[in-house]
């Protein structure tokens, strides 16, 4: 089963994330919401365990 991360609404720009991820792969923009690199993650899931706003959905790709 494939899947990704993707930050949906709700995201408060805490940055629990961003300090969670250990490969870099989320980026912020300022008190509008975090964005994940699709490229750099790994899937580890850091960032959904970390998120208090629950913002960071798990999305099964459908392929």
């Known amino acids: ?3 990704h991360y993707e930050v949906k609404r709700g995201c408060t ?3 629990m994330c961003y300090y969670e991820c250990p ?3 989320i980026t ?3 008190d ?3 964005v994940i690199d699709q490229d750099k ?3 580890c899931g850091k960032c959904v ?3 208090q706003a629950e913002a960071i959905e798990k999305i099964i ?3």
């Open 1 to 3: 089963m494939k899947f």
């Open 13 to 15: 720009t805490c940055l």
């Open 23 to 25: 490969r870099n792969a």
């Open 28 to 30: 912020i923009i300022p």
């Open 32 to 34: 509008v919401t975090a």
């Open 41 to 43: 993650c790994i899937r």
């Open 49 to 51: 365990d970390n998120c």
């Open 61 to 63: 790709d459908e392929k």
